[in-house]
């Protein structure tokens, strides 16, 4: 019935569809928290009804239904886009590094400017003159 349910529901993102997705993702939980209560009347006379032991095998595939149901649910979260699957939807997370002092000047076809890069920085600075693009300028 969920199956259909969200079918029917579509692939946008609007209020009904994402009832259902809410639903389909909360009812697995609320199954396995009350699994001994919906066991209850089949266990045997003789055992505890609400004890892990009654029943295993039949509680084993009661969890695997609702985790498939579970993973239903995910896939309709992604397949609607709310789920961050992509890099680009972690971007917020991402720390850039330090702008290096000497980017793009350190090699020029193959020449090696940092001599260049240390006169530019620190040398001619502390001289009191600046040094631009090749051009001496007071």
């Known amino acids: ?3 259909f349910m969200l079918y ?7 209020i009904f569809s994402m ?16 699994m001994n209560a919906a066991f209850a009347p089949f266990a045997p006379a003789s ?7 009654t029943l295993p095998l039949q509680k084993l595939v009661y969890v695997a239904c609702n985790l498939l149901t579970l993973s239903v649910g995910l896939w309709k ?10 890099t680009g939807d972690w971007l917020a997370f991402e720390t ?18 940092l001599p260049r890069c240390l006169a530019m920085h620190y040398i001619l600075p ?11 300028s007071a």
């Not at 029917?8 to 609007?14: L, N």
């Not at 502390?126 to 001496?136: A, F």
Request: proline fraction near 4%; glycine fraction near 16%.
């Open 77 to 86: 979260c992604r397949s609607m886009g709310l789920l961050p699957t992509g």
């Open 19 to 34: 009832g259902i997705v809410f639903m389909l993702l909360l009812t697995p939980f609320k199954n396995v928290a009350g």
């Open 126 to 136: 502390k001289v009191g003159r600046t040094y631009i693009l090749g051009t001496n």
């Open 96 to 113: 850039r590094g330090q702008k290096s002092r000497f980017n793009k000047l350190h090699s020029v076809s193959g020449v090696c400017l």
């Open 47 to 53: 055992s505890n009804p609400t004890s892990w032991d």
């Open 8 to 14: 029917m529901s579509g692939g946008g993102v609007q």
């Open 1 to 3: 019935m969920q199956a």
